[in-house]
């Protein structure tokens, strides 16, 4: 079976309340008249504080979910700062980006604390997107492939092959992140089938087949079909370009099958 896309936006740092919902809005706007059955899954991923809002924008619109940025995986307690899957799930998000680049470098956050919140967002029912990515100098070094397939081992230790199934990983070179800079489509698909036999020796081929892996990494409009014509990258995950509900939409467009 196919896999379904999706396009996933990541609003990082940005955007107040009032600045979300106007987002919201011009998102639901861009894609109310789109057939469903056509569109990848469309997910976007405000600030913590402006998700019970946007989730309040989007009842009533089955084309949108909602995705955190972060969580902690502790379910309650004295863990100041934090926020656990269950309070996300009270907002109705059903997506959590989990071990990005920026949390990885900012936050010190390693592959064992991503793979709790891996194992705890699933127990919860949610769809962790597992972010993995090689720095620059890590490719010019060449250990690009065995980087990521490391990182990925990591976050799904102790993940039974059935909730293997359900995570959609986005590779996401670091290089690329936020510089303009795009990873050449034949070589975002070539690291992303790594990826893929990464997952198929820790769950099966029959389930790495079905697992959705992503690339992000300056999607722009104009990169978007030739990154979905690739045989492996099942969507993208968009920083930049998706703090403008136009270029966001242009994206999903471009990821329409
Ligand atoms: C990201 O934030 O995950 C990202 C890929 O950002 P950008 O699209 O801006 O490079």
Not at 7 to 13: D, V
Not at 119 to 143: F, H, K, N
Request: hydrophobic residues 40%; contains cysteine; negative net charge.
């Amino acid at each position: 079976m196919a896999r379904k896309p999706i396009i996933a936006g990541n609003w990082k740092m940005h955007n107040n309340v009032s600045e979300s919902i106007e987002l919201t809005k011009g998102i639901i706007k861009g894609v109310k008249d789109l057939d469903k059955n056509t569109l990848p899954e469309i997910v976007i991923a405000p600030v913590f504080t402006s998700l019970y809002p946007v989730s309040k924008e989007l009842e009533g619109c089955d084309k949108v979910s909602l995705s955190s940025q972060n969580c902690y995986f502790e379910p309650k307690g004295a863990f100041t700062g934090e926020i656990s899957i269950d309070m996300l799930k009270d907002l109705n998000v059903s997506y959590i980006i989990i071990g990005h680049s920026e949390r990885r470098q900012y936050f010190k956050e390693d592959d064992e604390l991503i793979n709790k919140k891996a194992i705890a967002i699933l127990e919860a029912g949610l769809t962790p997107i597992i972010c993995c990515g090689e720095t620059l100098e890590q490719r010019e070094m060449g250990v690009t492939d065995s980087h990521i397939s490391s990182q990925i081992v990591k976050a799904l230790e102790g993940i039974s092959p059935e909730n293997v199934e359900k995570t959609v990983i986005a590779y996401e070179p670091i290089w690329a992140i936020g510089t303009g800079k795009t990873c050449d489509s034949k070589e975002a698909n070539r690291v992303i089938q790594q990826i893929r036999k990464t997952v198929a020796q820790v769950a099966g081929s029959a389930i790495a087949e079905k697992v959705r892996i992503l690339y992000g990494g300056s999607v722009k409009p104009a990169t978007i079909v030739e990154q979905m014509a690739q045989s492996d990258i099942d969507g993208a995950l968009v920083g930049g370009a998706s703090l403008q509900a136009e270029s966001f939409i242009e994206i999903i467009k471009g990821a329409i099958k």
